[in-house]
């Protein structure tokens, strides 16, 4: 997964929750040309740039039940595992997902940014390629035998060179 910085006037918080409607967007919104705020007034880009903070108070954003409202539902939503951890620290009661993990995916969005996934790479370094097969080699073939001193291709023992009598060595 790679971050990317999001340029648009608005955030992308689609993960924490929905807008009831649109927030105002500027004018004449062109972004194959340029910057969205090109041809604005200083107090016109004020007015329709929107942050994280600013959207999440707006009346137009609802976001969703799992973000937190006290300290029980942030201690709930820790990485802490009952199950898993025999004799946890009392930091681990309250550490969450975001602070430890180096790209996490939750609900939240701490940063102005847009998560992209980009395809996993092949851990061979090659592609997966499925032929079929041009012959069938028997198992009992002779000819695919390891080898040594006791196969049926090793005339070790049955006939002597003609020259000196000794045994013939493949």
């Known amino acids: 997964m790679i971050r990317v910085r999001n340029y648009s006037y608005a ?13 105002p967007s500027p004018p004449n919104v062109d972004t194959n040309r340029g910057e969205w705020y090109s041809n604005l007034k200083p107090y016109e880009r004020l007015f329709y740039h929107q942050t994280l903070s600013s959207v999440r108070s707006s009346k137009r954003y609802v976001a969703t039940s799992q973000i937190p409202k006290d300290s029980l539902d942030f201690q709930l939503q820790a990485r802490y595992v009952h199950s898993r951890e025999n004799f946890p620290e009392l930091v681990d009661y309250v550490l969450q997902t975001e602070t430890c993990c180096q790209m996490p995916q939750t609900f939240r969005v701490l940063r102005n940014t847009q998560d992209i996934k980009l395809p996993k790479p092949d851990k061979m370094g090659h592609p997966l390629k499925i032929g079929g097969i041009k012959e069938k080699l ?15 291709l090793v005339n070790n023992g049955y006939s002597r060179q003609p020259a000196d009598g000794n045994f013939f060595r493949y």
């Open 11 to 23: 955030p992308h918080l689609e993960r924490e929750g929905r807008f009831i409607c649109p927030l």
């Open 138 to 152: 028997s198992p009992h073939s002779v000819k695919l035998i390891n080898s040594g001193p006791h196969t049926q």
